[in-house]
């Protein structure tokens, strides 16, 4: 099944998992990292069976940022919900209001591994893997093993199930693009030995693997281009810009603002997101369709709007800029409102106000 490997590690959550959350969150379990690492004996239980004749998910990386708010929109559209995440980047925290669902479980495993699923599966939506620049460059052989790897493991259990499969790959599979606004038959501008290299190559190899899977085993798979896309539960330190924007001018810290801001970034609120995928899951199309939101804006007028939303009185300050940092980045979406009927409706002010205020709602949460 996939890419098979001798070593099975597969730790999950029966009857049990509330406290083994409560433990995760607490820090008593044992580190993400330490667990990416660590074996575990024949005896790693399995995922539970189906209980009810509802549609069942898969969700890898369900614990993230994404994956978390797909697994409230799937359980708001009645799916049965199976999330996996070994919380190396995910955090047990961002599902822990879904534990009292029937039908939701939360499983610990690392995809890079083994998936096991007893039990019937509609759809598998792969979304392991570090997203983040902070991530993914501290993390280059496990971002590289999860876009190779994972996705095997998991278009393996797709082609198992017979189930849907929906890849997320990213417009960084575009590189820093010669071509705008970027359509999904443009091949990309990508440095595959620069620093965002192990991130950029994992999706694009994940999507070459993906494409052969349908292909060779008639595995129906598809593949989404995900845009840069913001919301509640980011981590305030993800090195990303607009969580960092926010944290600092919360704090009333200078804004660090990369290069002289004139880069563009098209950002899209996670609401809209997850609508985008699950019209892609409902779909038969296999991609790769854009997701993000088309408006351009420029990083310094992103960091200007976190300064007036918040109400801070924080000044920008001016860093170096990364190296291969894009300097535009918008999608071409007419794609996905023709096969999907999608387009984003939360408009990025509306969108930046409402994360600001979960922002401020977290820094007031005790540790």
Same mark, same amino acid.
């Given at each position: 099944?996939?890419?098979?490997?001798?070593?099975?590690?597969?730790?999950?959550?029966?009857?049990?998992?509330?406290?083994?959350?409560?433990?995760?969150?607490?820090?008593?379990?044992?580190?993400?990292?330490?667990?990416?690492?660590?074996?575990?004996?024949?005896?790693?239980?399995?995922?539970?069976?189906?209980?009810?004749?509802?549609?069942?998910?898969?969700?890898?990386?369900?614990?993230?940022?994404?994956?978390?708010?797909?697994?409230?929109?799937?359980?708001?559209?009645?799916?049965?919900?199976?999330?996996?995440?070994?919380?190396?980047?995910?955090?047990?925290?961002?599902?822990?209001?879904?534990?009292?669902?029937?039908?939701? @479980?939360?499983?610990?495993?690392?995809?890079?591994?083994?998936?096991?699923?007893?039990?019937? =599966?509609?759809?598998?939506?792969?979304?392991?893997?570090?997203?983040?620049?902070?991530?993914?460059?501290?993390?280059?052989?496990?971002?590289?093993?999860?876009?190779?790897?994972?996705?095997?493991?998991?278009?393996?259990?797709?082609?198992?199930?017979?189930? @849907?499969?929906?890849?997320?790959?990213?417009?960084?599979?575009?590189?820093?693009?010669?071509?705008?606004?970027?359509?999904?038959?443009?091949?990309?501008?990508?440095?595959?030995?620069?620093?965002?290299?192990?991130?950029?190559?994992?999706?694009?190899?994940?999507?070459?693997?993906?494409?052969?899977?349908?292909?060779?085993?008639?595995?129906?798979?598809?593949?989404?281009?995900?845009?840069?896309?913001?919301?509640?539960?980011?981590?305030?330190?993800?090195?990303?810009?607009?969580?960092?924007?926010?944290?600092?001018?919360?704090?009333?810290?200078?804004?660090?603002?990369?290069?002289?801001?004139?880069?563009?970034?098209?950002?899209?609120?996670?609401?809209?997101?997850?609508?985008?995928?699950?019209?892609?899951?409902?779909?038969?199309?296999?991609?790769?369709?854009?997701?993000?939101?088309?408006?351009?804006?420029?990083?310094?007028?992103?960091?200007?709007?976190?300064?007036?939303?918040?109400?801070?009185?924080? =000044?920008?300050?001016?860093?170096?800029?990364?190296?291969?940092?894009?300097?535009?980045?918008?999608?071409?979406?007419?794609?996905?409102?023709? =096969?999907?009927?999608?387009?984003?409706?939360?408009?990025?002010?509306?969108?930046?106000?409402?994360?600001?205020?979960?922002?401020?709602?977290?820094?007031?949460?005790?540790?």
């Amino acid at each position: 099944m996939g890419l098979s490997i001798a070593t099975r590690r597969f730790a999950s959550v029966t009857a049990g998992y509330r406290s083994f959350v409560k433990r995760a969150m607490t820090g008593t379990m044992f580190s993400p990292r330490s667990a990416s690492r660590r074996r575990s004996d024949a005896s790693s239980q399995l995922c539970p069976p189906a209980m009810t004749g509802r549609p069942r998910a898969v969700v890898t990386g369900g614990a993230g940022f994404l994956g978390s708010h797909l697994c409230d929109a799937l359980l708001a559209a009645d799916y049965e919900v199976i999330c996996l995440d070994n919380f190396l980047t995910g955090n047990p925290s961002n599902v822990a209001h879904l534990l009292d669902d029937d039908r939701f @479980r939360l499983v610990r495993c690392d995809v890079v591994e083994f998936i096991h699923v007893s039990g019937p =599966v509609d759809v598998v939506l792969h979304f392991a893997s570090p997203a983040s620049p902070v991530d993914y460059l501290q993390l280059p052989i496990d971002t590289l093993n999860v876009g190779s790897i994972g996705t095997g493991h998991a278009l393996g259990l797709a082609r198992d199930k017979g189930a @849907r499969l929906v890849l997320a790959s990213t417009s960084e599979v575009y590189g820093d693009p010669l071509v705008h606004p970027q359509r999904e038959d443009y091949w990309g501008n990508v440095n595959p030995v620069g620093p965002r290299g192990v991130y950029d190559e994992a999706k694009r190899f994940s999507e070459a693997l993906t494409t052969a899977y349908r292909t060779t085993y008639g595995v129906d798979a598809a593949i989404v281009r995900i845009f840069n896309t913001f919301g509640p539960r980011m981590r305030p330190h993800d090195g990303r810009a607009i969580p960092t924007f926010i944290r600092q001018a919360l704090a009333g810290e200078p804004l660090t603002v990369a290069g002289d801001g004139a880069q563009t970034r098209s950002v899209c609120f996670v609401e809209d997101l997850v609508a985008g995928i699950l019209a892609m899951v409902r779909s038969d199309h296999p991609g790769p369709i854009n997701i993000g939101n088309p408006t351009e804006l420029t990083v310094q007028q992103i960091a200007e709007d976190v300064v007036a939303t918040t109400g801070s009185r924080s =000044v920008i300050r001016y860093v170096e800029r990364p190296v291969d940092d894009p300097q535009v980045r918008r999608p071409d979406t007419s794609l996905a409102g023709q =096969v999907l009927g999608w387009r984003p409706q939360v408009s990025w002010l509306e969108g930046l106000s409402r994360t600001v205020d979960w922002f401020a709602r977290l820094q007031q949460r005790p540790a």
